[in-house]
């Protein structure tokens, strides 16, 4: 069971946040639904998994009535191989984005989840313009290197 939690805690969150807006609610779902799991055992867990985390989201937006805009895997037809795919794919890139040096790490959140300008940047943390836009360059090119084709996209989430 542990084993199982280690490797699909966190692409379900990831799973979890395309329908939700707060990582911390995506986490206490997955949390609900891997003790669901030890529970009913069922023989194949990664797509109860993931069914289970898909329901909860639906069921936590319908009770809070935040059901406004229809997520993405509801208005296209996604397989469940493509569901799982994707997610793991954006823990491997977030893992990948975790392991970049701090100050790194830092210009590229800033500049792609919270759209900062570079001299946004700059300012904040006390830098200059051309340290944000090397360690930005930097991000990226590691994150390409890594086989992360989909960062951008994927940044936007956060």
């Not at 199982?4 to 911390?24: G, I, K, N, T, V």
Request: contains cysteine; glycine residues 2%; proline residues 4%.
């Amino acid at each position: 069971m542990e084993a199982l939690f280690r490797q699909h805690f966190r692409p379900l969150c990831l799973y979890a946040l395309h329908y939700l807006e707060d990582a911390d609610d995506a986490e206490d779902i997955v949390q609900e639904c891997f003790l669901s799991l030890w529970q009913s055992k069922p023989d194949n867990p990664k797509p109860w998994l993931y069914t289970a985390v898909r329901n909860r989201c639906i069921d936590r937006l319908r009770s809070h009535r935040a059901f406004d805009s229809v997520p993405e895997d509801l208005a296209e037809e996604l397989s469940f191989d493509e569901i799982v795919s994707r997610s793991e794919r954006e823990a491997r890139l977030w893992s990948a984005v975790e392991a970049l040096p701090e100050q790194r790490r830092r210009c590229l959140v800033m500049a792609k989840r919270d759209n900062m300008t570079y001299s946004e940047i700059a300012s904040e943390l006390g830098l200059s313009e051309n340290t944000v836009r090397n360690h930005i360059s930097r991000a990226l090119n590691t994150l390409r290197g890594a086989g992360s084709k989909d960062f951008l996209f994927i940044l936007s989430f956060f």
